[in-house]
C-alpha cells in the first residue's frame, strides 16, 4: 500500500470542503484500487489530500493518485476552487534522523 500525498493550490481564496476526501474517493474507479483518501484543509503551505492505494509501485500509485485527483477537481462544483500541484509518495522520516 501507497500513501500519496496531493498537493493543492487554493484560487482566490477557497477552502477545502469538509466532505472533500468523500469528493474525490467518489471519483476513483475500482481499477484504481483506492482504499481510502484523508483531506488535511489546513496542510501547510497549501491543502493536502492522502490518498492510500494498492498498487504495483511507487510511480504507479502516484500516477492513479494524480488521475483520481484530476478527475475530482474538474468534475466536482465543490472543488472548483482548486489546482493540482503535485503527487507525490510520501516517504517516512528515519527514526532518530535528528539526532
Given amino acids: 500500500m501507497y500513501l500519496i500525498h496531493a498537493q ?4 482566490s481564496g477557497a477552502f477545502l470542503p469538509e466532505e472533500a476526501a468523500a469528493i474525490v474517493r467518489g ?11 484523508s483531506a ?5 503551505p497549501q ?3 492522502g ?6 509501485s511507487r510511480r504507479e500509485a502516484e500516477l ?6 484530476r478527475r475530482a ?6 472543488l472548483q476552487g482548486f489546482a493540482l500541484l503535485a503527487c507525490r ?10 539526532f
Fill in 47 to 49: 491543502p493536502v489530500l
Fill in 27 to 37: 471519483f476513483a474507479r475500482a481499477e484504481e484500487r483506492v482504499e481510502y483518501v
Fill in 40 to 44: 488535511h484543509p489546513e496542510g501547510f
Fill in 8 to 11: 493543492l493550490m487554493a484560487r
Fill in 89 to 98: 509518495a510520501a516517504v517516512p522520516r528515519e527514526p532518530f534522523a535528528d
Fill in 64 to 69: 492513479v493518485a494524480e488521475a483520481v485527483c
Fill in 73 to 78: 477537481l474538474a468534475a466536482s462544483p465543490q
Fill in 51 to 56: 490518498l492510500y492505494l494498492l498498487g504495483g
